[in-house]
DNA sequence: GCGCACAATGTTGTATACAATATATCCCAG
DNA sequence: CTGGGATATATTGTATACAACATTGTGCGC
């Protein structure tokens, strides 16, 4: 879809291809909570000046996905315990609905488009690329919204995905990831069918599942706080 | 709460100011949609350099309050039918769940808090500053958000809001603003009472009242469109 | 050896200068 | 008088220089 890495030559490289880039690596678990994300370290990977590196974090940290601390800098967001309730709490306010009209007017490519999109993440975890199949598994819930034709909640499960991906690199306790492919799979039939009732009743059955697979009894601050005051931020 | 637009001396004046300055006056409908905001003006106003001026810019936008035009500068939004449709389609989503939340989660403190508002918009509209009271009226449904004591959902609100504020200026076609104040009333009644269920079902009925009184038929482009080029983007 | 103050270094915050783009003006051809 | 094009002006986009702040390292006194 969008150029994520590779800019080749021509491309303008703008605000936007940083912030997506860096989002995409959080996405991909490839950023680490916590990690520090320096201006200039940022200005001489994508090589452009600090002004578009300060554009790009200012967008990311309106999403929550990173946070800027004054003076100090900027640092992949490590979302508490609460934040992590409230965020999926979130999605099961606007994603059901949002599945259901998804089924009601969902034309068949989008659902070969759905396919597609599971059969990459199987192509994924089957290369072991564990990251980009969370990712794409990610993306498959934006793409629901997309098909629902609803740009307002769109953005905003868009960055409700964003954040919970960070929440599954912090709190995740589940091994496998079979079970949500499943679950996306039979999302796709009920959107297939255009059966608006029963994709909304599955979404919801998805994200409760979700939010259960996280380890939501452990203290949180211990966790996160140990984790940078011992391993410091440096990842990769 | 926070300092708007007076800023006499010793505040550091940051670009969130700004933004505050400028989210408050299209609260109060001083700034209509459309309305250019050149950087160079805003930073005359302010007294601040560019810089604050666009990260405050860059803010704004990302709330969707404004739409920024690549080299052609930044502009008070002007939601479109369908985004109008969209912003109150979640807000219906939202609000009636976090409205029993709160609820269920308020004290006597939160009570107090709420009738001071009605206070104050009461106030507003008696001494004829009708701005002041719709901007009062949206922060309403924030404070609830806060009193359910979910930033997530808060800061959603807060944002869907805004906007409402903008639809409002370019779609409502009611006059008085008595009945939303009787709905505000019932509501926190039910808050003050901790009845979640009731609470929630009077949120959803205002909801839909507020979403009732907007010009939905109306074809959109051609009012806001003849708006610009009639009278150009010059306000004030 | 330990703790604290101070200096050195590096990173972020802000302002400004310059470049690129859009808009407005003016002039001239028709 | 109208229309189109070129120039002039104004505004936004970007890079860079400098200031402010935080962090780290060093040395002195105890």
């Known amino acids: 879809m969008t150029l994520t890495t590779s800019h080749s030559s021509s491309a303008p490289v703008t605000a ?40 790009a ?11 800027i601390k004054r003076n100090r800098g900027a640092f992949v967001a490590q979302p508490s315990l609460t934040e992590a309730q409230e965020v999926f709490e979130a999605r099961e306010l606007l994603e059901p609905r949002t599945a259901r009209r998804a089924a009601q007017k969902a034309t068949a490519k989008d659902v070969a488009l759905l396919k597609d999109h599971i059969t990459q993440e199987h192509a994924a975890l089957n290369a072991g690329d564990r990251g980009r199949a969370l990712s794409l598994s990610g993306k498959f819930h934006v793409e629901i919204a997309r098909i629902a034709q609803h740009k ?8 409700l995905v964003a954040r919970s991906s960070l929440i599954i690199a912090l709190y995740w306790r589940r091994e496998s990831a079979i079970c949500e492919s499943q679950a996306h799979h039979a999302l796709i039939n009920a ?17 409760v599942d979700l939010h259960s697979a996280l380890n939501l009894k452990e203290s949180p601050a211990v966790e996160q706080d ?7 931020n440096r990842e990769r």
């Open 16 to 55: 936007d291809t940083v912030s997506n880039a860096v989002s995409q690596a959080i996405h991909e678990h490839r950023l680490a909570p916590g990690t520090k994300l320096g201006e200039d370290e940022l200005s001489d990977i994508y090589e452009v000046s600090r002004t578009i590196v300060r554009t």
């Open 57 to 67: 974090l200012q967008s990311l940290a309106h999403q929550h996905i990173i946070e």
């Open 152 to 159: 307002t909640i769109a953005d905003m499960i868009n960055v």
């Open 191 to 207: 959107i297939g069918d255009n059966d608006g009732a029963r994709a909304e009743e599955l979404m919801q059955r998805h994200l």
């Open 226 to 232: 140990l984790r940078t005051m011992l391993l410091g």
